[in-house]
């Protein structure tokens, strides 16, 4: 049975009046990745104004772990609705607040005391982090990774790589940021095998503590346990212990960002779990609240409590509605059922795109972990040259048979697999048919070019 079903082309004549009064009313700056326009969802499927029905594979851009309109969710929130808005956290306590936090507290890593902050936004939150950990170190260094993405706010931003796309002319940006390169083993040199490589970019690393800042000047070193926006790349073990190292000789804060690699995305709750890695602050966002505007830092009470009272919170911070659909989620997918059940999907999505890689010289590598899947384009394998219109074609045509789906990549040349973790396996299939379709018809387009080059 198939679950897309479409009565138009999209966008449709509703999604193009409504695509125009956007293109008047909205500010340019909010891109769109794709045309459609969303009425309503449940589960992984979409349903646009114009009466179409897709499957989601950007999942909100890996907000919706837990799927659309999870029914346990919606139920907490329309019960919290009818008996309690907001009365701000800084006026009055409320439980919903103490609860999340107390489950924040335990289903992080870590055999300590623990305490949390709730906010609004990924951002907001590695926003908090920075605080905390220079408040409790009494330094102003922040070391972060190229490709990293911590969010749009200025001190975030400055934080956030990929200049182009974000940065451009929004600076000055924050001062003592120090970014410093991390290994992308699809990228290393060719002369380099992997373990080499890995240990030269931690030389790299211990040399940039002498070069660029001296750790006594580093109040945290903050980091994606996978990169996300960087185009899913898990951070090499030996590199991430390294971190760890680091921070414990030099009594560094260590921040793992895992607002895009948590919440079950890759099979574990937290990417960090992986690793066997403890760090000293976990912030989490994203599929935290199931598309709800919360985020949290987490971690070891007495950094947490550095700060002075008053010297953290905001007026919609840790929302009773956000709160009661972040303790649902986290019941729902923190269960070892709905992890177990992740990892099964992410060996069906990774297996089939293994075999993309057979079949189609224009894909250059599969990566990820657990079921936080991407595809890297390039247009010569040996070269590995970015193809980020190839990308964007092959995007564009799936759109136009029915998926939302996103882009990657330092070089946007990738395509990122973040689907509601509850998309069944007839659903998947659909999608992942529709997305190699999509592959097969660029390359296809891509040789008749090459050969027309040839032969003209
Ligand atoms: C790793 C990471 N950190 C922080 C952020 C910022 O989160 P938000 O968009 O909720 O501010 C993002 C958003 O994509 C992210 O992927």
Redesign the pocket.
Known sequence: MAFINLNSEIPGPKSREVLARREKAVTRAVARSTQVVIDRAEGALVHDVDGNTLIDMAGG??MLAGGHCPPAVVEAMREQAGKLIHPCFLVGTYEPYVDLAEMLNECTPGDFDKKSILVN??????ENAVKIARCHTGRQGIIVFEG??????LL?LSMTSKYGLFKKGFGPFAPEIYRLPIPNLYRRPESMAEEEYIQWSIAQLENALIAQVDPSAVAAIVI?PVQ??AGFLPVPAPFLAKIREICDEHGIVMVA?????GMGRTGRLWAIEHYDIVPDLL?S??SLGSGM?I?SVTGRAEIMDAPHPGGAGGTYSGAPLACVAAIESLKLINSPDFLAEVRRKAAIIRSRMESWKEQFPIVGDVRGLGAMLLVEFVRDRQTRHPAPEETLEIIKDAVSKGLLLIRAGLYSNCIRLLPPLVITDEQLDEALTIIENSIALVQDRQEHARAACVNG
């Open positions: 851009i890996g936004s990924g951002s907001e939150a590695v990293a993405y911590h969010g749009r706010t975030t994606e996300g926006e960002d895992e607002v895009q690699c912030i966002g994203k505007p985020a």
